[in-house]
């Protein structure tokens, strides 16, 4: 793969759709992460789910996980998510991975593209892992001019995901809710708001969840990601919550959801589990959890309507 | 205050050269240490790698074990992070790896079955390619026939092991004992093709001949010098085989 070099930049692109014009929207349902486990029994038994989310770095440009992906987009709606393109490295975006995105794009035609608020890569190296960015202007800067010029080069809005994080750095400056409202509104992005990382990080840092959310813009929000997470002691009594996962979603979580829906309205709602994943039922069990929230904050919203 | 790729690559010291110093003096301690926090960045970027590994290289997990796998992933992981996000790409060298890794010395297949591993799963992965049209094959002249080099399908692969590395990794995966306790290390070595077609990624063995001259021909190569290597073949009738299997998708003419 080419270096990482402000050489290679991708050309700017007339500016990406407004809000809202993504082609063939995901619906303000609940969807559920597909792995590689879970690909043959999807094709096979066609489950009743309205969406699947997938990795977009698990599908390389062709080969076996590809053709089952191209299978089961034709009967569900994609959204990529994408774990890699660092959209807070200092080096600059790598030109081959936003191009590579684009590739898979075309092929899979995605409801929705997301990414990241973190950065992963540095002098060329992928360190595997959502890394904490510090909450300065020179990172919200960076990240601002990142956003641009990937919406730029995938000539679309792409959707940015709060992260789970285990560390803050002495030097930041700007509560992280606000660095995300702030690239948000500099660069037309649209927000993926990940409640289970809200919560993991408000834990773990002494925040207030609830004021988290709301210092989000309704708005920006394009989806919501909920997860299972683990707890690690570190002795002294002293813990971190740890974003793994690995299980179903706790009854805070789904509690601090039910906040986020009655101040977003419905928003498509992922499932996610990446760890010591279970069969495929207890995937839809939790998607269906959610999709009863969802259907209640709409029954909710034409109640306020018809009053 | 240190500069965005300043703390950066501190990060990188921290999580990959083990070197928290510089990194954790930025980190808020706040009741746990910065050590303590950056090692919770480490374990993931240690654990994400050695799964994808593990994904690349099932057989030699197996043959190994999970604790043995991850001693020899986390200083192979350390000397040589990824370059890219697409992990399925990741691992190229961890066979060379393997081979001069000292507590594997007694598994002396080990590193034969992990280059097996990679190109198994190259052909996973490969792009879709269309084999050549032998029409086009058919209006090269005749007098140009020996500078034919051939583009192989991206699925292909040969793999050569002093052991039989191909019915080790069979037995391996399909957790046959019966299989592994018939393997005779002393069968001498294996000359392999590996490609993916209709029905999946297949491990072929070749005559040693017949697998010299496909590597030749693999690497583009004009088809008169693959001949030249092997004159104790029957050319003609092991490129129309290989032809017929698909196993290259163009061609141009090139003299040396």
Redesign the interface.
């Known amino acids: 793969?080419a270096?990482p070099s402000t050489d290679h930049r991708p050309r700017l692109h007339p500016p990406p759709a407004p809000i809202g014009a993504e082609r063939g929207a995901i619906p303000a349902l609940a969807g559920i992460g597909l792995r590689f486990p879970h690909h043959t029994a999807v094709l096979e038994t066609r489950p009743e789910i309205a969406w699947l989310e997938v990795h977009t770095?698990?599908y390389?440009?062709?080969?076996?996980?590809l053709?089952y992906l191209e299978a089961i987009r034709t009967h569900y709606p994609i959204s990529l998510h994408g774990?890699?393109?660092?959209l807070?490295?200092?080096?600059g975006l790598n030109a081959l991975?936003l191009e590579?995105i684009l590739q898979t794009a075309e092929r899979v035609e995605p409801a929705l593209v997301s990414e990241h608020l973190s950065?992963?890569?540095?002098?060329?190296?992928?360190?595997?892992?959502l890394?904490p960015?510090?909450m300065?202007e020179?990172?919200l800067d960076?990240v601002c001019r990142h956003v641009d010029q990937t919406q730029a080069y995938l000539r679309r809005r792409i959707l940015v995901e709060n992260p789970s994080t285990?560390?803050?750095?002495?030097?930041s400056t700007i509560p992280e809710w606000e660095f995300l409202a702030a690239v948000t509104g500099r660069t037309g992005c649209g927000i993926l708001c990940d409640v289970n990382n809200i919560y993991v990080s408000a834990a773990n840092?002494?925040w207030d969840p609830s004021a988290y959310l709301a210092a989000l813009p309704p708005a920006a929000i394009g989806e919501i990601h909920l997860a299972g997470h683990s707890v690690?002691e570190?002795g002294n009594g002293?813990v971190?919550r740890?974003d793994d996962h690995g299980s179903r979603v706790i009854p805070v979580v789904w509690a601090l959801y039910a906040k986020a829906l009655a101040r977003f309205g419905a928003v498509p709602t992922l499932i996610e589990w990446d760890t010591d994943i279970p069969a495929l039922e207890v995937l839809l069990g939790e998607a269906s959890r959610a999709a009863m929230l969802l259907q209640e904050i709409r029954e909710g919203d034409r109640d306020a309507d018809a009053a | 205050?240190?500069?965005?790729?300043e703390?950066?690559?501190a990060?990188?010291r921290s999580?990959?050269a083990g070197d928290d110093g510089p990194c954790a003096a930025?980190?808020?301690a706040?009741?746990?240490a910065?050590e303590?926090?950056?090692n919770?960045?480490r374990n993931?970027?240690i654990g994400?790698?050695t799964t994808?590994l593990q994904r690349v290289y099932p057989a030699v997990h197996r043959l190994v074990g999970g604790p043995f796998f991850e001693s020899a992933a986390r200083p192979f992981i350390e000397a040589q992070?990824?370059?890219?996000?697409?992990?399925?790409?990741y691992g190229v060298d961890f066979s060379e790896f393997l081979a001069g890794f000292a507590p594997a010395a007694s598994l002396p297949y080990l590193p034969g079955v992990a280059r097996l591993e990679w190109a198994v799963n190259n052909a996973?992965?490969?792009?879709?390619?269309t084999p050549l049209d032998l029409s086009l094959l058919a209006a090269v002249d005749a007098a140009d026939h020996g500078h034919i080099a051939f583009v192989p399908h991206?699925?292909v692969g040969l793999v050569t092991a002093d052991h039989p590395v191909d019915t080790i990794w069979r037995a391996v995966l399909s957790q046959d004992d019966t299989a592994m306790a018939a393997i005779d290390l002393a069968a001498g070595p294996v000359w392999l093709i590996v490609e993916?077609n209709a029905s999946?990624v297949e491990v072929l063995r070749l005559p040693a001949p017949e697998w010299r001259f496909m590597s030749t021909l693999c690497v583009s190569r004009p088809l008169q010098e693959a001949i030249d290597a092997g004159p104790e073949i029957d050319a003609a009738s092991v490129l129309a085989s290989n032809l017929a299997a698909g196993r290259f998708i163009r061609f141009k003419l090139r003299s040396s």
């Open positions: 793969m270096s770095e698990n390389t440009d062709g080969g076996q996980p053709a774990v890699g393109l660092s807070g490295s200092a080096e991975h590579r950065w992963s890569v540095v002098d060329g190296r992928y360190l595997a892992d890394l960015l510090p300065t020179e990172a960076m285990y560390l803050r750095w002495r030097h840092h002494g690690r570190l002293r971190l740890i | 205050m240190p500069t965005l790729l703390l950066q690559r990060v990188y999580l990959v930025h980190v808020v706040d009741g746990i910065g303590a926090r950056l919770i960045y993931t970027f994400n790698l994808a992070p990824p370059q890219s996000a697409w992990l399925d790409e996973l992965h490969a792009i879709d390619a991206p699925s993916r999946g």
